[in-house]
């Protein structure tokens, strides 16, 4: 029997909330730390990283971004000037203590409206569920599939745990594959995503 993508959605959530769960706090504290050699290959020099704030059981990306900010990257993350305008991305100075970030429109943490807005060249994206060819699941609701349909030059690379990879997803024309998927065991990828 076919499962709706909302169906998937749900299953994955859960799964993903069981597995964060069951990790011991000593291991969980090493995993996402530094950047695996393939990611590295995959980054030019000084190219604008965006990242998410994860939340929940969402694979964390703090450390990701206090590594590449101590390289001299600009680090991005997603704003919402309201819950109907599309994406942008503004810098993020602070990954360590978080000072320069607020409660945004989807009561996420985002840069304050001061923060200069900026496009990535490479962008860590979220996710519930992807194939070993790269296709991606998110949340639902659409706003990094719409944002990376205008810059298709930006490198996308998923974050993930172990226990989301699926073997097939039902995909749409306007779903975004990634570039690479990137968990705490695995690197998937480079792919020819688009």
Do not use: N
């Given at each position: 029997?076919?499962?709706?993508?909302?169906?998937?959605?749900?299953?994955?959530?859960?799964?993903r909330?069981?597995?964060?769960?069951?990790?011991?706090?000593?291991?969980?504290?090493?995993?996402?730390?530094?950047?695996?050699?393939p990611?590295?290959?995959?980054?030019?020099q000084?190219?604008?990283?965006?990242?998410?704030?994860?939340?929940g059981?969402e694979?964390?990306?703090?450390s990701?971004?206090?590594?590449?900010?101590?390289?001299?990257?600009?680090?991005a993350?997603?704003?919402?000037l309201?819950?109907?305008?599309?994406?942008?991305?503004?810098?993020?100075?602070?990954?360590?203590?978080?000072?320069d970030?607020?409660?945004?429109?989807?009561?996420?943490?985002?840069?304050?409206?001061?923060?200069?807005?900026?496009?990535?060249?490479?962008?860590?994206?979220?996710?519930?569920?992807?194939?070993?060819?790269?296709?991606?699941?998110?949340?639902?609701?659409?706003h990094?599939?719409?944002?990376?349909?205008?810059?298709?030059?930006?490198?996308?690379?998923?974050?993930?745990?172990?226990?989301?990879?699926?073997?097939?997803?039902?995909?749409?024309?306007?779903?975004?594959?990634?570039?690479?998927?990137?968990?705490?065991?695995?690197?998937?990828?480079?792919?020819?995503?688009?």
């Amino acid at each position: 029997m076919v499962k709706s993508k909302s169906e998937i959605r749900k299953h994955l959530r859960a799964a993903r909330r069981v597995h964060v769960a069951a990790l011991d706090p000593a291991t969980s504290a090493l995993l996402f730390r530094i950047p695996p050699a393939p990611l590295l290959d995959l980054i030019p020099q000084e190219a604008v990283i965006g990242l998410y704030h994860a939340v929940g059981a969402e694979a964390p990306t703090t450390s990701y971004a206090q590594f590449f900010l101590e390289r001299g990257h600009a680090i991005a993350l997603p704003r919402f000037l309201t819950i109907s305008d599309p994406m942008h991305f503004a810098r993020w100075t602070d990954p360590l203590a978080e000072s320069d970030l607020v409660p945004g429109a989807f009561d996420m943490m985002e840069p304050a409206r001061d923060a200069r807005e900026v496009t990535p060249e490479i962008l860590m994206v979220p996710l519930l569920g992807f194939t070993e060819r790269g296709e991606r699941l998110g949340q639902g609701g659409g706003h990094y599939d719409r944002w990376l349909a205008d810059p298709p030059e930006t490198r996308t690379i998923g974050m993930a745990w172990d226990c989301q990879l699926v073997e097939e997803l039902q995909t749409e024309q306007h779903d975004i594959s990634l570039d690479a998927i990137v968990t705490p065991t695995r690197f998937y990828g480079p792919f020819d995503a688009r």
